[in-house]
């Protein structure tokens, strides 16, 4: 009789074919394998495949939605509906696997279906809060590397609405300041394609800016961000480091996200074509990027609907 795999086995087979060969980024691994945790953790007696039936994966969700979770000195009860979202795309993705190699013969999660959040929340920044960032990097820089680097990487961000992973990716070479133009390779990009980002005026002057001072300190590092504590690269602890000090200094919480949200508004506003958008975002759908406009505010409006008349 042949041995039955354990669960944990067969996710490890999954997420190595998803990172060899569909080639999917590592930090979309990564979210992979937190839902994963998270669903062991939820239902440890589902230890092999042969136990995952619909009912199984209910109790999954109907435990995530009733258990406490301390967040911070606060207790919580259950997660947002976006959440429970998130996780169902997840495990569908790795079940349907399952499936397609003859495992299971069938998804458990096909009887269920996903829930569909009202999107109410505001993710873009608005105009207050950026200029306020701004003032922050102005007012509080110890150096002139500090001022003119931090000063670039909200213009970057401003201006260019990269993901977390494209943005602290960037090389110098991928920066033409000839052409005016930035290359999001498609090795750091979740869409595996590569695309070319204009460089806005202002972008460009802090751009310049920056690699003048960064050169004075005859840095070599090949990445563009360069750590505050000397000639290499500027680390994701590092980032997050940089956006929780930021934010405590300017009085705005805020992630880096919310400026790619904040560019897709910006141009929408402007009247900018959907489908530019998209292209300009790296969005494999539209779909994807209609989700990203959610975040125009009634105020936008005013003046379209001033232009109708009978």
């Known amino acids: 009789m042949r041995q039955e795999k354990n669960l944990n086995q067969l996710f490890e087979e999954y997420t190595k074919e998803c990172q060899f060969s569909s080639q999917l980024s590592s930090e979309t691994i990564k979210g ?3 839902v994963f945790q998270l669903f062991q953790m ?3 007696e589902i230890a092999t495949a042969d136990l995952l039936s619909t ?3 209910t109790e999954f969700f109907k435990r ?4 406490e979770r301390k967040v911070g000195r606060t207790i919580k009860i259950g997660v947002k509906i976006s959440s429970i979202k998130t996780y169902w795309s997840k495990l569908h993705a790795f079940f349907e696997w399952l499936t397609i190699k003859s495992i299971i013969p069938k998804n458990p999660l096909l009887g269920i279906r996903p829930p569909q959040p009202a999107y109410n929340d505001i993710k873009a920044l608005n105009e207050n809060e950026v200029k306020k960032l701004y003032a922050a990097v102005s007012l509080h820089s110890k150096s002139q590397f500090i001022l003119r680097r931090d ?3 909200l213009s970057m961000l401003q201006f260019t609405g990269m993901r977390l992973g494209e943005f ?6 991928d920066i033409d300041i000839e052409r005016q133009l930035l290359t999001v390779r498609s090795t750091t990009s979740k869409s595996k394609r590569l695309r070319l980002i204009p460089i806005h005026p202002t972008l460009l002057f802090h751009l ?3 690699i003048s001072e960064r050169n004075k300190r005859k840095y070599t590092t090949p990445y563009l961000l360069a750590s505050a504590n000397g000639d290499r690269v500027l680390s994701r602890p590092g980032l997050k480091h940089w956006v929780d000090n930021l934010g405590h200094r300017a009085g705005v919480k805020f992630h880096l996200h919310q400026f790619r949200h904040s560019f897709a508004v910006n141009l929408a506003i402007k009247n900018v074509n959907a489908v530019k958008i998209q292209k300009l975002l790296g969005h494999s759908s539209l779909n994807m990027t209609m989700t990203y406009l959610r975040s125009i505010e009634t105020d936008e409006l005013q003046s379209d609907i001033q232009k109708l008349s009978l």
């Open 32 to 34: 992979y394998k937190a």
């Open 42 to 44: 939820l239902v440890p």
């Open 55 to 57: 009912e199984m994966v």
């Open 64 to 67: 995530l939605q009733t258990r």
């Open 151 to 153: 000063t670039l990487m």
């Open 168 to 173: 602290i990716s960037l090389e110098l070479w």
């Open 208 to 210: 310049k800016d920056y």
